[in-house]
């Protein structure tokens, strides 16, 4: 059975992998090397294919488009004038609008006023407070960026601009999850995105030459061993930052904060779409377009073997819709361990991400999720209150009116 590809969203680098940081653990920095691109910014052609394409598989739907990096504002702003002028021209009057995923380093009144004009919602990169922040967010001259980032917050806040906060959980900052929330309350805004850094590092005899990073597991198969990274967030440590979290949100902001991850388990709860691909059921929805046209299976798939091929010759509607990504997609759910596939939480976190899904299971099978033991302990802890939000939202009643609830 073929998957809608209006469901699809892909994922946009019109930079590649450039960027003016170097954070400590950027993922992403080394696909320059790893992929040996020849062009350094999206070509002209190559955007407008993309555009034109990515129109016609939404339909009539509104279409979101994403763009991401490396960071895109090294592309310049005319750049994304013509964005927006090729919109309008392929869009012909269709719901349009986008998501800007940034460090916020270049904003300035001019990118501000073209975000404001045009309805963009910026994504902005902080860890936390000045301390947990420039932990690992340093520019390429090892310079900190906390002043910077923050600069770059009270423009979009001047400009109006709607914009979330987006925060890597790792090892130097999980132990002060309240401290971080706080700060992104009173600062960033109402809304809220934490990704978990989990990375393996390579094996200089095995593995590429010249990268950090090994590559991601492919579902359920076995996987060479490789050392989980020394900045990676344990499970134990990902589960306190939650939980405290979670505990401080649910009694104070339900419907005035919005975190991410609260959404997509309450969602999940509900039996809704989650949001996120990663507590989806099956993945897959959620392509990586480089700067060349090539299309990867996933953000986190940015690999050879895992290049579906190129807009500029086969329709994206084509390569979305192959063999190759429908069994990458569904994959995800038909290769999980034994212990899963009876997990009181499996409902609620559907395996995570399959790229943190190289540990091996009570019964020796491959698959299980890195961060498994702290899924549990969030889950577990968050499901009774959950299904008591949840039960409010069916009749009738906001989710905020748990906080009128003894806990």
Excluded at 15 to 39: H, I, P, Q, T
Excluded at 315 to 333: I, T, V, Y
Aim: aromatic share 12%.
């Amino acid at each position: 059975m073929h998957k809608n590809t209006r469901s699809y969203a892909v994922l946009a680098k019109p930079a590649g992998a450039r960027c003016n940081l170097a954070c400590r653990y950027c993922f992403y920095l080394e696909k320059n090397k790893l992929l040996k691109v020849s062009v350094d910014q999206m070509p002209s052609a190559v955007l407008e294919s993309y555009t034109r394409q990515y129109v016609e598989i939404h339909g009539d739907v509104e279409i979101q488009f994403p763009w991401q990096g490396g960071e895109p504002m090294l592309c310049g702003l005319d750049f994304f004038r013509e964005v927006v002028r090729l919109q309008q021209r392929y869009g012909r009057g269709r719901r349009i609008s986008n998501t800007f995923q940034t460090n916020g380093i270049l904003l300035d009144d001019a990118w501000s006023a073209f975000f404001a004009k045009h309805g963009f919602l910026v994504g902005l990169s902080i860890d936390g407070p000045q301390k947990t922040h420039d932990f690992c967010r340093i520019d390429r001259a090892g310079q900190p960026t906390f002043e910077r980032v923050m600069a770059a917050m009270a423009m979009l806040k001047e400009h109006e601009v709607p914009f979330n906060t987006l925060t890597v959980i790792h090892r130097g900052n999980a132990a002060h999850g309240l401290e971080i929330y706080r700060f992104l309350k009173e600062h960033g805004g109402a809304f809220m995105q934490f990704i978990p850094l989990v990375e393996r590092e390579t094996d200089a005899e095995k593995d590429q030459p010249a990268l950090d990073w090994a590559a991601p597991p492919f579902y359920g198969y076995p996987t060479r061993p490789r050392r989980v990274s020394p900045l990676s967030v344990t499970p134990d440590a990902f589960a306190d930052f939650y939980i405290r979290v979670f505990d401080e949100w649910v009694r104070k902001d339900v419907g005035r904060v919005f975190v991410q991850f609260f959404d997509a388990a309450l969602g999940n709860v509900l039996g809704a779409p989650s949001g996120v691909c990663c507590y989806s059921a099956v993945c897959g929805h959620a392509a990586a377009l480089e700067v060349n046209g090539d299309l990867y299976a996933c953000d986190h798939y940015v690999y050879p073997e895992y290049r579906l091929g190129n807009i500029m010759e086969t329709p994206m509607q084509q390569l979305l819709n192959s063999r190759m990504q429908r069994d990458f997609g569904e994959a995800k759910q038909f290769s999980l361990p034994a212990c899963c596939q009876t997990c009181d939480v499996l409902p609620l976190c559907n395996g995570g991400c399959p790229k943190n899904r190289f540990g091996i299971s009570a019964g020796g099978k491959s698959g299980l999720n890195y961060l498994c033991a702290g899924y549990q302990q969030i889950f577990r802890h968050m499901q009774p209150v959950l299904q008591r939000m949840a039960a409010l939202i069916r009749t009738g009643m906001p989710a905020s009116a748990i906080m009128t609830q003894p806990h």
